[in-house]
């Protein structure tokens, strides 16, 4: 799954030893799936991990790693390259933005991919794009528009003929695709 090379488990050891109390780390990634995703390394403290996150044991600490992550982490590398300044910690997560998704892949996962792969570069030719905000019920698509689109005279032709026609096209097990944009600012409209 992820890769902590032997240097970056070294330096690890260091700065960890520098806390208080036994600290461990947590691998995470926010946003997974999507352009904003950020991979993340984190202290964690006994008691600060998720129930479900696994667990890898290293020589002088242990990585937890975040449950919901672990598809995006696929390939990852953890690295520490020294240098002239001391060195720098590096998290290489080629699969953090765009996923493998299957088809037993969370219904988040697949809306995501659908959106910023076949939604966005198209809503992208008018400064817009679409995201995901949640799924109620495992059947309805909450959406929030930006850019171009926030505000724009026409979203409700782009949300029906095409945002939701895409989205319930390809996963038939969502019923409807909610807006939840506040189209009355108007400032970056695409008109």
Not at 17 to 22: L, M, P, T, V, W
Not at 46 to 67: H, M
Not at 97 to 105: E, G, L
Not at 128 to 156: K, S, Y
Request: glycine share 8%.
């Amino acid at each position: 799954m992820i890769e902590i090379t032997e240097s970056a488990q070294e330096y690890l050891v260091e700065l960890l030893s520098k806390q208080e109390a036994r600290t461990d780390i947590r691998i995470f990634i926010t946003d997974p799936g999507t352009p904003m995703a950020e991979t993340c390394i984190a202290y964690c403290k006994p008691g600060e991990e998720q129930a479900t996150d696994e667990k890898f044991d290293y020589t002088g600490f242990a990585a937890w790693i975040d449950e919901r992550s672990k598809p995006f982490l696929a390939e990852a590398i953890v690295d520490f390259a020294k240098d002239k300044m001391g060195g720098q910690l590096t998290i290489k997560a080629p699969n953090a933005k765009v996923p493998r998704v299957a088809d037993d892949s969370p219904i988040e996962d697949r809306i995501n991919y659908i959106l910023h792969s076949q939604v966005n570069p198209g809503l992208a030719a008018h400064g817009g794009m679409v995201n995901l905000v949640e799924v109620v019920d495992e059947e309805i698509a909450v959406l929030q528009f930006g850019g171009g689109c926030q505000g724009c005279g026409m979203v409700d032709m782009t949300l029906k003929d095409g945002v939701e026609k895409t989205l319930l096209e390809q996963l038939p097990q969502l019923k409807a695709v909610r807006d939840v944009t506040d189209h009355s600012v108007t400032e970056n409209a695409y008109y």
